[in-house]
């Protein structure tokens, strides 16, 4: 079953209506496996709570809903993912935070060059660095995209992407 892509567009931006000043628009682009182009726009919400962990930082998290595009010469999948992301915010360090997160995906097609992922539904793990500056966001993050081995075969996909956010 394939989801019409005003509903898709709609996920996206219902979220917007409730916004507040920390919540923030990315944007990112990226290569997954086999050179297959990546574009991601995102909302990110940050939680509400925010816990010391140390005197080195302190633990938090945000909300993330994507729109992605994987495209290469001939095929193209999109995909809307909703991930919840914990992130350490470092005090002192030249890198600012680390943040990791296991979400779920839906996918417009299963199958994209040699890369069979056997189901529309994925989970999608990220791990990554940034760095924030004000309302600004610097990110480097490694994705992959399974689904856990629930229909074979699995072949999964990697992404490594650089973002930026801001904060609105």
Not at 75 to 80: G, H, K, M, T
Not at 146 to 151: D, K, L, P, Q, V
Request: hydrophobic fraction near 45%.
């Amino acid at each position: 079953m394939k989801l019409p892509a005003w509903s898709i567009l709609l996920c996206l931006i219902a979220p917007l209506a409730t916004a507040d000043a920390q919540d923030g628009l990315e944007v990112a682009f990226g290569k997954a496996s086999e050179g297959i182009d990546v574009l991601r726009l995102a909302w990110r919400k940050p939680w509400s709570a925010r816990w010391r962990v140390s005197a080195t930082g302190e633990l938090s998290g945000m909300h993330v809903m994507s729109l992605n595009r994987w495209q290469d010469a001939d095929e193209s999948i999109n995909a809307l993912a909703y991930s919840p992301v914990v992130v350490y915010r470092l005090h002192k360090a030249p890198i600012t935070y680390v943040k990791f997160g296991i979400g779920v995906a839906y996918l417009s097609a299963t199958q994209i060059k040699n890369r069979n992922l056997s189901s529309y539904f994925q989970f999608e793990d990220q791990i990554g660095i940034g760095w924030e500056w004000g309302a600004h966001d610097l990110s480097l993050v490694y994705m992959h995209y399974s689904n856990a081995g629930i229909e074979d075969p699995n072949h999964g996909i990697d992404i490594v992407m650089f973002s930026y956010a801001r904060r609105i």
